[in-house]
Structures are given as C-alpha cells and as structure tokens.
C-alpha cells in the first residue's frame, strides 16, 4: 500500500486522497499541497546536499538540487510508488493520459511530501525525502552532469572527437496549455538513444541528454 511504503498512518488516508486529486476531478485538488511540498523538498535536499557534498560550491549545490528536483526525477519516484493507478482525475483528463502525463506525476509527488510534512512534522518528511532520493548517484560524473545535461554531454563527445547529439522532436500531447513534449537524443557513433518528456522543448532535450548521460554511465564511460 501507498500508506506503508511512504510509512504515513492509515488515518490520514483523506490527505493521502487528496493529495493524488487533481484539479479536473474536484475542487479539493492537490495544488495548495503541491506548492508546500516543493518548498519542503527543497530544503531537506539543500540540507542533505550540504552534508553529501561538503567541498560543493554554492552555484554545484544549487545545480546539483535542481538537477535531483526536477519533474524527471519526481517522475522516476511516482512510477516506483505505482501512482499512475491511484491517481484522482477528471474523465477528459484520463481519457487524454493524464495518468501518465510526468507533470501531474511530479506535482502528486510533492502533493504528498506536503501532506506528510503537515502532518508529521520536518523530521518525518525528512526521513522519507531520503528514502526516496537516498540512492542517487551524487558522483563527480553526476555532479558534472547537473551542470546542464546537454552542455555535459556536448563536451563530452567534442573531448573524444565525436559528432554532436541529434534531438528530434517525437511527440506533442496534450491540449495546448497543457502541452508535454516528447525528445529523443541520440548519438549514431555510439548506437545509444534515450527519450526525455517536459512542458517545454528545451526541458524535454534536457531530459533526454540526462538520459543519454546515465546511459553513459552505466558502460562505465566517464561522462
């Protein structure tokens, strides 16, 4: 259950409900928690930063946490607690995949830090910040890469003499002010491609240069 992996007490279940509500379903939505939760992740990733890292520059720190809170990851952590399915949407918005858009995602993940800081206190959703973040690679290679993935992995290629990433729009979904774009980056001389999805053009290419750079990673290239 939902409750027990975030460790969150079965009698807050109407804060849990509502936290996974969006606005198209009712008028008690998440937004309000959504806006706290985002705070509150970043200050506990600022903090636990601070400790992980304690010879970072404030400009590494700070493109460090934004490379770890941001919509990819929050996406990474809604599909490992299954939210997809327990999502609260309005029919228009199911209908059109809103239980898999990585915005509404992301936004139900800080929903919940929100509620479990309200009703837990600092420490608890803490506690639960580094559950969820706690296996990050936080590397000199990742480090590097929060630099901004697509200059990290343009200057990666051009240090080995190699042609520079190919970006290629591949999918527009949504109505239009709530639009989310699909990128995939791919490099031909390594035969590695990897998608990235965001609410921009820009962001998605970020997304997918970060992917191509973890992809990196796991060959054992330093990137």
């Not at 296996?135 to 042609?163: I, R």
């Not at 290629?168 to 995939?184: K, P, T, Y």
């Amino acid at each position: 259950m939902l409750s027990s992996r975030l460790n969150f007490p079965l009698e807050q279940a109407g804060k849990l409900r509502q936290a996974l509500t969006h606005r198209s379903f009712s008028a008690t939505h998440n937004e309000r928690l959504e806006f706290l939760g985002d705070s509150v992740l970043n200050l506990c990733i600022s903090g636990w930063l601070m400790q992980r890292l304690p010879d970072a520059s404030e400009g590494e720190l700070s493109r460090t946490r934004a490379n770890l809170v941001c919509e990819a990851s929050l996406h990474r952590i809604a599909l490992e607690l299954a939210l997809p399915s327990l999502l609260l949407l309005g029919e228009g918005e199911r209908k059109t995949g809103g239980a898999q858009r990585a915005s509404i995602l992301a936004d139900a993940v800080e929903a919940l830090i929100g509620v479990v800081y309200l009703e837990q206190g600092f420490e608890a959703v803490q506690r639960l910040v580094l559950r969820l973040f706690g296996t990050v690679d936080l590397s000199a290679t990742a480090k590097a890469k929060a630099k901004d993935p697509k200059t990290s992995l343009q200057e990666w290629l051009q240090g080995k003499k190699m042609a520079l990433p190919l970006y290629h729009l591949d999918e527009v979904r949504g109505v239009e002010h709530q639009q989310e774009f699909i990128v995939s980056c791919s490099i031909p001389a390594l035969q590695l491609q990897a998608q990235g999805i965001g609410t921009s053009r820009k962001t998605a290419e970020r997304m997918a240069a970060a992917a191509v750079l973890d992809l990196l990673m796991k060959k054992g290239k330093k990137a």
